[in-house]
């Protein structure tokens, strides 16, 4: 799978990029540059951040899911539990 920008990030990410070579490196880094050096990270490091945030989120899915017949639970076949307390009290 191939891992897109959309037009305005991709030109903030470059914009972010020569930056960064500005007030880090010893030498600036053109437009051109700067946008294959994204597209490199893209391709190269890209899959693996997006895989870490697809198992981060099947990972509090599960959790999420783990927890759901605490939080919806309901008591099955109620009514003589009911009517027996009530039946009590009348006493």
Do not use: C
């Not at 391709?43 to 939080?71: C, F, H, T, W």
């Amino acid at each position: 799978m191939t891992i897109e920008l959309s037009k305005e990030d991709r030109q903030q990410a470059i914009s972010s990029i020569e930056r960064y070579f500005s007030e880090n490196m010893e030498e600036k880094i053109g437009n051109v540059a700067a946008s294959g050096l994204l597209g490199f990270f893209l391709e190269e490091v890209g899959p693996s951040i997006y895989n870490k945030g697809v198992a981060d989120a099947q990972e509090r899915i599960q959790a999420r899911a783990m927890e759901l017949d605490y939080e919806v639970h309901e008591e099955e076949f109620p009514y003589w539990q009911k009517h027996e307390k009530s039946h009590k009290s009348r006493r």
